[in-house]
């Protein structure tokens, strides 16, 4: 019988068993992916150029529309933030633009007194309105104080024009709506309502609350007019509020 031989061989010669190396799985997009990407990506393309666009024509508009009004002098100063403030004249200055109130710088007259067209030194034409002061006005006057007294007497109805007594009126509305007006003639500002309060009375929103204090005009037309009395008097005792700030700078 033949023999079988056997050797044993080391570990480092010894068969090693193959390593299967699995790698993780790859993830493969869908086609529709990249074109919603797309689609997104050019929608907003599309916004900035939107925007840029926008700017740009209202930065063109802008210039067109000062060019369009270089030759007007409100436009510069508009567009340099130099705009002007309320100016100050004395009487003087408004008497000789006016030519001392000619008749034939007359423009029209008002309820307050007659408007003249004047012209200043530097070639400004200007409106100027001068106050009456005569009586014509007592009828006026005679009538505030009436009503005051009705007022005060609690008889205000009687101010009503009778022919809205034939019509029918609510004594409610009229009560409150010359309660109104007395309140909006209280001396200092913080006495007065505001226009937003005002609305809320009159509309019967809120109850009125305060009452009103004799006007401060009131005591003075009981004083006896002066026929003396001019404009050169009023205007210099009111002093112009630039000199009067400028005095006071040294």
Same mark, same amino acid.
């Given at each position: 019988?033949?023999?079988? $031989?056997?050797?044993?061989? %080391?570990?480092?010669?010894?068969?090693?068993?193959? +390593?299967? *190396?699995?790698?993780? %799985?790859?993830?493969?997009?869908?086609?529709?992916?990249?074109?919603?990407?797309?689609?997104?990506?050019?929608?907003?393309?599309?916004? /900035?150029?939107?925007?840029?666009?926008?700017?740009?024509?209202?930065?063109?508009?802008?210039?067109?529309?000062?060019?369009?009004? +270089?030759?007007?002098?409100?436009?510069?100063?508009?567009?340099?933030?130099?705009?002007?403030? /309320?100016?100050?004249?004395?009487?003087?200055?408004? +008497?000789?633009?006016?030519?001392?109130?000619?008749?034939?710088?007359?423009?029209?007259?008002?309820?307050?007194?007659?408007?003249?067209?004047?012209?200043?030194?530097?070639?400004?034409? *200007?409106?100027?309105?001068?106050? $009456?002061?005569?009586?014509?006005?007592?009828?006026?006057?005679?009538?505030?104080?009436?009503?005051?007294?009705?007022?005060?007497?609690?008889?205000?109805?009687?101010?009503?024009?009778?022919?809205?007594?034939?019509?029918?009126?609510?004594? +409610?509305?009229?009560?409150?709506?010359?309660?109104?007006?007395?309140?909006?003639?209280?001396?200092?500002?913080?006495?007065?309502?505001?226009?937003?309060? /005002?609305?809320?009375?009159?509309?019967?929103?809120?109850?009125?609350?305060?009452?009103?204090?004799? %006007?401060?005009?009131?005591?003075?037309?009981?004083?006896?007019?002066?026929?003396?009395?001019?404009?050169?008097? *009023?205007?210099? $005792?009111?002093? $112009? %509020?630039?000199?009067?700030?400028?005095?006071? *700078?040294?």
């Amino acid at each position: 019988m033949g023999r079988v $031989s056997s050797w044993l061989l %080391p570990d480092s010669l010894s068969p090693v068993p193959s +390593k299967v *190396i699995l790698g993780e %799985p790859k993830f493969h997009r869908s086609p529709l992916f990249y074109i919603l990407l797309a689609i997104l990506l050019l929608l907003l393309i599309c916004l /900035i150029l939107l925007v840029l666009f926008r700017k740009h024509i209202k930065i063109f508009e802008l210039a067109k529309f000062r060019q369009k009004t +270089k030759g007007e002098a409100a436009t510069p100063e508009y567009f340099s933030g130099n705009l002007r403030t /309320i100016s100050y004249f004395k009487f003087q200055t408004l +008497k000789k633009a006016t030519k001392n109130f000619h008749a034939q710088n007359l423009l029209g007259s008002g309820g307050f007194g007659p408007v003249y067209k004047g012209k200043l030194v530097d070639g400004r034409m *200007i409106a100027v309105k001068q106050l $009456s002061l005569d009586k014509s006005q007592q009828g006026e006057t005679e009538f505030l104080a009436e009503a005051w007294k009705l007022y005060e007497r609690s008889n205000v109805l009687e101010l009503v024009d009778p022919k809205l007594r034939q019509d029918g009126f609510v004594e +409610k509305d009229v009560l409150q709506a010359i309660h109104v007006a007395f309140l909006c003639l209280q001396a200092y500002p913080t006495m007065r309502p505001p226009m937003s309060q /005002i609305v809320a009375m009159l509309t019967c929103k809120v109850e009125l609350v305060s009452t009103p204090t004799k %006007p401060v005009f009131m005591e003075r037309m009981r004083r006896k007019p002066d026929d003396n009395l001019s404009w050169e008097t *009023i205007s210099g $005792s009111f002093p $112009s %509020p630039i000199l009067s700030d400028s005095s006071h *700078i040294k």
